[in-house]
T-cell receptor, first 114, second 115 residues
Framework: DVKVTQSSRYLVKRTGEKVFLECVQD?????MFWYRQDPGLGLRLIYFSYDVKMKEKGDIPEGYSVSREKKERFSLILESASTNQTSMYLC?????????????FGNGTRLTVT | AQKITQTQPGMFVQEKEAVTLDCTYDTSDPSYGLFWYKQPSSGEMIFLIYQGSYDQQNATEGRYSLNFQKARKSANLVISASQLGDSAMYFC????????????FGTGTRLLVSP
């Protein structure tokens, strides 16, 4: 089974802190994603990557950056955390390039910014 | 651009009954895929079922089936014989043409199954 591991289940950070959310997958997938989940808004794509050192902005990239130095690891960075970034963050990965390639998700990181 | 609409914020069903969760989509891509995910209260996203735009038959996976009506651009999830463990958030999602691997999600439907 594909395993996507997010380093933290819960995080509490202060406004202005730099925050790193880490994600590792063990299936040699080319594509990795960071989504944000908020009640009533569903999942919204922040950034994705289709190869090492490659990244593409999603629908809500403002206030975030990403890093993919190794194929298995995709990091989400909040340069200066703000309270409106309090949310559930979900990492996902998939391989192949067909319309059928379900995303495999990590268990999520619930981030609270105070 | 793709868009997914789920108009039911919450649904209630009694155990052992069937329930339909609605999903409509919008895309100009001729080839696309539709997905349903389940998210229990524990938070993990569980892939349930997939329907390709060129598939002739509706997808089925155990108690889950996808009622795919291409002309209406709808992809409703049908859960037969509901169980208490089906209580969860359900998300409909789609992917456009091959090669663009991101999924676009709807806002979700919370299903509550009562005894």
């Amino acid at each position: 089974d594909v395993k996507v591991t997010q380093s933290s289940r819960y995080l509490v950070k202060r406004t202005g802190e730099k925050v790193f959310l880490e994600c590792v997958q063990d299936m040699d997938h080319e594509n990795m994603f960071w989504y944000r989940q908020d009640p009533g808004l569903g999942l919204r794509l922040i950034y994705f990557s289709y190869d090492v050192k490659m990244k593409e902005k999603g629908d809500i990239p403002e206030g975030y950056s990403v890093s993919r130095e190794k194929k298995e690891r995709f990091s989400l960075i909040l340069e200066s955390a703000s309270t409106n970034q309090t949310s559930m963050y979900l990492c996902a990965s998939t391989g192949g390039d067909s319309t059928y390639s379900p995303l495999h998700f990590g268990n999520g990181t619930r981030l609270t910014v105070t | 651009a793709q868009k997914i609409t789920q108009t039911q914020p919450g649904m209630f069903v009694q155990e052992k009954e069937a329930v339909t969760l609605d999903c409509t989509y919008d895309t100009s891509d001729p080839s696309y895929g539709l997905f349903w995910y389940k998210q229990p209260s524990s938070g993990e996203m569980i892939f349930l079922i997939y329907q390709g735009s060129y598939d002739q038959q509706n997808a089925t996976e155990g108690r889950y089936s996808l009622n795919f009506q291409k002309a209406r651009k709808s992809a409703n999830l049908v859960i037969s014989a509901s169980q208490l463990g089906d209580s969860a958030m359900y998300f409909c999602a789609m992917r456009g043409q091959p090669g663009f691997q991101k999924l676009v999600f709807g806002t979700g439907t919370r299903l509550l199954v009562s005894p």
